[in-house]
Structure formats: C-alpha cells, structure tokens
C-alpha cells in the first residue's frame, strides 16, 4: 500500500464528453504529481503541486486539461471535450514527505475514449 | 526527444541467475535517478534510488550502478526470481525542475 488512492480505478466514455480523475494521498503529502501513461511507454509528466499551488505544468497538458489541488490535500485531473488519443492509464505520485527521494503512485485510473 | 533511453524492450533470464537492466540519459543536468518496477494494471513500485554524488547504491538483492561520465546506469537483480517478472522503468531529474523523465521500460521475465 503506497498510500496514494485514485478513483475512479477505471473510465470508459465517449469522445466529446468530460471526465474527472481524483486522487487522495492517504496522509498528508505537501507534493503531488500527475503522469499519464500510453502502452509501451513509461509515464510522462503532466504536472505538480505543492500544497495548493501548481508550480509546474507540462506542455502535454493542453487547454482541454485541467488539475486543481484546491486543499492541498486530494487533486482533481480534469479532461474536457475527451478524445480517443486521451486513452491512457492517468498516474498520481506523492514523494515520500520531507523530500523527493522517492515517489510512491497511486494504482491509476485508465480511461478508455470511445 | 527521449532523455531517458531504456534500448532493450524485454530481457528474460533465468532463475537464480542476475538480471542486468540498462538505462542511458542526455541530459547532464540530471541528479537523481530512480528504478521503479511495474505489474499489469498497477501503478510502477519504487525500487531503488542513486544520486550523482555516489556511483553505486544497494539494497538486498537490488543494485544500481551509475556511470556518470557515461550518462549509463543499471540496475543488476542477484539472484534474480520468478515474481521479479514485471516492466522496469529508469526515470530521472535534475536540478531546476521538479519532474521525473522517464524511460519506455524493460520488460524483464524470469524463467523457473
């Protein structure tokens, strides 16, 4: 158990329509990353947050993506208008707290467009 | 652009044998580097960390070399076991970013 827990576990919709991903560290983790992951790839980068703020944002997360943190504790991925490239397994990691000598993730949510 | 390169897509070995998996990386601003181990449907397992301070880091059956001249690491798994079948992904940071860049994984199998 990494303590990272994300909900949905998995997503399936249709093209045009919006989703939201959560994730919940399970004790307070001030860090916070979002990554997404296609097949036979390893998972790229999307953004972060410490505490509330995001501090940085990948050129990968376009206009259609949103993420929020707004407590500083659980975080919100949202994706708008979905397309069937936005299939992917969608990844949380909280660095262990002190530091960022290691990052424990969540077991990711996969959504499928159709 | 890939600055994490993981070039072999799969490797099997035998059991009880080592596993050497190998990662090369660009970018020399990179400092850290971690080995993460990943199941089907799950999110990657943390394995082991290097810093660029050190150039071997251990822990139980797992050790990771770096070559920092060489922008190579490797993660050797002695003796190597059936539940270490699973992709392992190298990633890597460095100083003035926050985000991990990750390798496309080795696909490692252990054969009983």
């Known amino acids: 158990d990494t303590g990272v827990s994300q909900d949905p576990r998995h997503k399936i919709t249709k093209r045009g329509q919006n989703v939201t991903f959560r994730c919940d560290p399970i004790?307070?983790?001030?860090?916070l990353y979002w990554y997404r992951q296609t097949l036979g790839q390893g998972p790229e980068f999307l953004t972060y947050?410490?505490?509330?703020?995001?501090?940085?944002k990948s050129r990968l997360l376009s206009d259609r993506f949103s993420a929020e943190r707004p407590k500083g504790s659980f975080s919100t991925l949202e994706i708008q208008r979905t397309e069937q490239g936005d299939s992917a397994m969608y990844l949380c990691?909280?660095?262990?707290?002190?530091?960022?000598?290691?990052?424990?993730f969540g077991p990711g949510t996969r959504l499928t467009v159709l | 652009d890939q600055q994490v390169k993981q070039n072999s897509p799969s490797l099997s070995v035998q059991e009880g044998r080592i596993s050497i998996l190998n990662c090369d990386y660009t970018n020399s601003m990179f400092d850290y580097f971690l080995w993460y181990k990943k199941y089907p449907a799950e999110g990657p397992t943390f394995l082991i960390s290097?810093?660029?301070?050190?150039d071997k880091n251990e822990d139980g059956r797992f050790t990771v070399f770096l070559n920092k001249s060489a922008k190579h690491l490797s993660l050797h798994i002695v003796p190597s076991q059936p539940g270490d079948s699973a992709v392992y992904f190298c990633a890597a940071s460095g100083s003035g970013t926050y985000k991990y860049i990750f390798g496309t994984g080795t696909r490692l199998k252990v054969l009983a």
């Open positions: 290097i810093s660029s301070i050190k």
């Open positions: 990691a909280c660095p262990t707290s002190g530091g960022v000598d290691t990052q424990y």
């Open positions: 004790s307070e983790h001030n860090r």
């Open positions: 947050f410490q505490n509330e703020a995001q501090l940085e």
